[in-house]
């Protein structure tokens, strides 16, 4: 099947609104005087795609499709966990400080080293708390094969209704699992399945017609100061961003972007990118943290930022993306 380039077009912007963005907004405390958690479409976003992707790919046995997925998103990060572990133990080393307190590695235990393994990432280390996505992931994309099975006996618009019953229910409820684990999971499978399920084949009119409630919704309740939750996600947060993705989904039916150099260096690196953006944003805390004191206005800050993150994350990924490249062939070679 041939290759759709918008949509690693798509891919890329997305991964550079989570890193160059979202968490330099969040990360940084920056106040734009309007509630900053209307900007958090981004991982209902990114599954939406990797569904999408996947409508594009040959079909892959459960077996297959762990291994797979294990190689690709696993490996990567234990790599990443590796040398995430040896930058901060050397940062504990040399007494470097983080936001006012010195940085010590020496500080995790058991329990945060077990966590650390199950991609749940510690508070103990500087900006290590976006990696509950790989788990929820993981878990997401190897279901496929069997999610599969199930749409093959009922149409799409009928398991969508399902997926989407199954994360009310738990809301209804009021389930809490460990790590928000099972929330996730349901919450975000909707954005995946709709990713596979509806990418590129409903109309205009069609995506209209889906939307209209969804923002109906999240606009009564936006202007009665109602707030979502991203963790764990509500009802209103599925809601809200389900209405985003439809707008977005016009907008860029009308928009075709370029896959100029830039673009495609952050769809091929970009979950490279992800994984060291821990390091990343800290080499950027060290760098702006002078200067930025003397900056009053938070959107000159977010601007300066920006333009350091994407500078930094780009340029790292040179070697970092080679250096996974390379461990990961050496290790599967071994296999």
Request: proline share 2%.
């Amino acid at each position: 099947m041939k290759r759709d380039i918008q949509l690693d077009c798509y891919r890329s912007l997305t991964m550079m609104y989570i890193v160059c963005v979202i968490h330099t907004s969040f990360w940084f405390y920056l106040d734009f005087h309007f509630d900053k958690s209307l900007m958090l479409f981004e991982m209902p976003v990114i599954f939406f795609i990797a569904g999408a992707s996947q409508s594009y790919k040959k079909e892959f046995h459960l077996k297959e499709t762990i291994i797979n997925r294990t190689k690709r998103v696993l490996l990567p990060y234990y790599i990443f966990l590796f040398f995430l572990i040896a930058w901060f133990y050397a940062c504990t080393l040399l007494n470097i400080n983080f936001e006012g307190k010195k940085i010590d590695l020496t500080q995790l235990t058991v329990t945060d080293i077990i966590k650390l393994l199950a991609t749940g990432g510690s508070e103990k280390i500087p900006y290590l708390g976006y990696t509950w996505f790989i788990s929820c992931y993981m878990i997401i994309s190897c279901s496929l094969p069997i999610q599969k099975t199930i749409m093959k006996k009922i149409s799409a618009t009928i398991y969508a209704a399902i997926c989407f019953l199954l994360f009310a229910i738990c809301c209804l409820f009021k389930i809490h699992s460990p790590e928000n684990i099972l929330e996730n999971i349901l919450c975000y499978n909707v954005f995946y399945i709709s990713g596979f399920l509806f990418y590129k084949r409903l109309n205009v009119k069609q995506i209209v017609s889906v939307a209209i409630l969804p923002v109906i919704i999240s606009a009564y309740l936006l202007l009665n100061g109602k707030m979502f939750q991203k963790f764990p996600p509500d009802m209103f947060f599925l809601l809200y961003n389900l209405g985003v993705i439809c707008i977005l989904a016009i907008i860029f039916h009308y928009i075709t972007i370029q896959y100029i150099y830039i673009v495609k260096v952050w769809n091929v690196r970009g979950y490279n990118i992800f994984l060291y953006q821990s390091i990343i944003l800290f080499i950027v805390y060290k760098m702006t943290e002078s200067l930025l004191g003397h900056i009053h206005n938070d959107f000159v800050k977010f601007i300066v930022l920006f333009a350091a993150t994407i500078t930094i994350a780009t340029v790292f990924s040179y070697v970092l993306f080679y250096i996974e490249k390379k461990i990961t062939a050496l290790l599967c070679e071994n296999k």
